[in-house]
């Protein structure tokens, strides 16, 4: 009988100590439901982003694209017609005048681009050969345009067609000497408008379509000099190759979020860049062209992109 009855006081003691571990179990489940959910939901309000690496070959769908080659060419600016519009109108007032810091009435209908350089009169070829060996040349404007205009360089670009599951072998371009001031590459940037079109600069960048103001880490603008004596006749006499090899392209795609929603029109993003600066200052420089009704910017303020957008 004892036997028994110590028996059964185990038996419940046990049964007792098993349903307490039962309900600090439910509790601690509980706690850590409820936490986990409280810790989920705080993640998703924080909206952060995740990295997620991932590799596609060029042309593989509509995104993974080939960059732009884009040519920068500094002063641009064509002596004799600037000097045929009216006396004490050169290049350098004319600087001074998209700078901002000189204004000058006469040349408020000046065409930016009637005074530059076209780089359709000095190209002789552009050229793109695909990995099958087939190519495709075009002398045409459909394969390049004016990507940037400033008061002291004017960009083309060529974009590369997109072709679905189809690789770029190389684009040519072949350009004629005597785009360059003095007739030869300039070694590295030096323009001083007072010293008119003998001084220059000369620029090659990566970047993705319409979006040269997002570029500057892919560019070149350093020169080797062509020649060691430094003649000017053996410099305009030099033929320069310049080869660039693309192996891979490191891009960003974020996701879109409710407190900064992704730009849709990415695709022309310097023209949404443009268009903003000039909405929030209400005013266009005289080099940019837009479709926005706005007044000609007569004061100059210089921000990262070196942009005149003050009135």
Known sequence: MPTTELLHKLTHKASKLKKTWRRIFAVTCNILAVGLTGWCFHKYQADEDVSHVNYRRFHDDIDSIYPSLTLCFNNPYLKEKLNDIGEGINITTYVSFLEGRNWDERMV????DNVTI???DYLDLAEITLE???KSLNHGK???YVSQRSPLMKCYSFDIPYLPDTGIEFLAVRVKNSIFPFGFRPPQHDFDPERGRFFGGFQVTFNYPRQIFRSGFATKWRWNLLDPNGTLGA?????VGMNFEVKNVE????RSKSRLPCNDAWRNDDEEIIRKIMKTVNCRPPF???H???PLCTKVIYFKTNLMIET
């Open 118 to 120: 076209d780089l359709g």
């Open 235 to 239: 410099m305009q006499k030099k033929w």
């Open 251 to 254: 891009t960003l795609k974020r």
């Open 288 to 290: 940019w062209i837009s």
């Open 142 to 144: 459909m394969l390049y």
């Open 292 to 294: 926005l009704d706005m």
């Open 132 to 134: 099958n060996g087939s």
């Open 109 to 112: 209908h000046i065409d930016y």
